[in-house]
T-cell receptor, first 117, second 117 residues
Framework: AQKVTQTQTSISVVEKTTVTMDCVYETRDSSYFLFWYKQTASGEIVFLIRQDSYKKENATVGHYSLNFQKPKSSIGLIITATQIEDSAVYFCAMREDMNYNQGKLIFGQGTKLSIKP | DAGVTQTPRHEVAEKGQTIILKCEPVSGHNDLFWYRQTKIQGLELLSYFRSKSLMEDGGAFKDRFKAEMLNSSFSTLKIQPTEPKDSAVYLC???????????????FGSGTRLTVL
């Protein structure tokens, strides 16, 4: 069965530094999609970045990048030059290829990131 | 383009009442999801529609929860009868299937915060 695990409950870093959040997943599918979402203090869930399993190159969007290690079933989120407004809860999620499965999105438990001035 | 719209933003119900939450997906999206979020359980999938067909009915949530997709641009989630343990944030999300960089990515509404007294 699908499973997504985020072991870091909370992380605190100083502004302008780099932070990495871990995520491991379980799937029997050869084709799947991995996502990172951010939930702000207001409760809004915002899509940040994704990695398609067939792509070897790590995805990058703005100051977000991914460390995709397929043999380890790992998809880490890296935020460089962190800002106060990056403080939020970050969710890792996986969606199996809907051509072969039902394509539902399963979330990890979330990591709370606090950026200190 | 309008994002996912959920109404109402807040709902307060007495135990035993019937409540209906509403969702309008992003125009053109053909997948629609209902999730429930609590601090203890995190994000749990309630229902999932693909092109208006029910793909996932949420297992443990079948009993008092019923999601419907009346047309491609409108969905409801009915909880009947409500119980205090149903107090949570209910989130609707939509996505587009197929190829393309934005396909398969879920976009979330702002959620409905339900309080059952």
């Amino acid at each position: 069965a699908q499973k997504v695990t985020q072991t870091q409950t909370s992380i605190s870093v100083v502004e302008k530094t780099t932070v990495t959040m871990d995520c491991v997943y379980e799937t029997r599918d050869s084709s799947y999609f991995l996502f990172w979402y951010k939930q702000t203090a207001s409760g809004e869930i915002v899509f940040l970045i994704r990695q398609d399993s067939y792509k070897k190159e790590n995805a990058t969007v703005g100051h977000y990048s991914l460390n995709f290690q397929k043999p380890k079933s790992s998809i880490g989120l890296i935020i460089t030059a962190t800002q106060i407004e990056d403080s939020a809860v970050y969710f890792c999620a996986m969606r199996e290829d809907m051509n072969y499965n039902q394509g539902k999105l399963i979330f990890g438990q979330g990591t709370k990131l606090s950026i200190k001035p | 383009d309008a994002g996912v719209t959920q109404t109402p933003r807040h709902e307060v119900a007495e135990k035993g009442q019937t409540i209906i939450l509403k969702c309008e997906p992003v125009s053109g999206h053909n997948d629609l999801f209902w999730y429930r979020q609590t601090k203890i359980q995190g994000l749990e999938l309630l229902s999932y529609f693909r092109s208006k067909s029910l793909m996932e009915d949420g297992g443990a949530f079948k009993d008092r929860f019923k999601a419907e997709m009346l047309n491609s641009s409108f969905s409801t989630l009915k909880i009947q009868p409500t119980e205090p343990k149903d107090s949570a944030v209910y989130l609707c999300a939509s996505s587009l299937t197929g190829l393309g960089d934005s396909a398969e990515t879920l976009y979330f509404g702002s959620g409905t915060r339900l309080t059952v007294l």
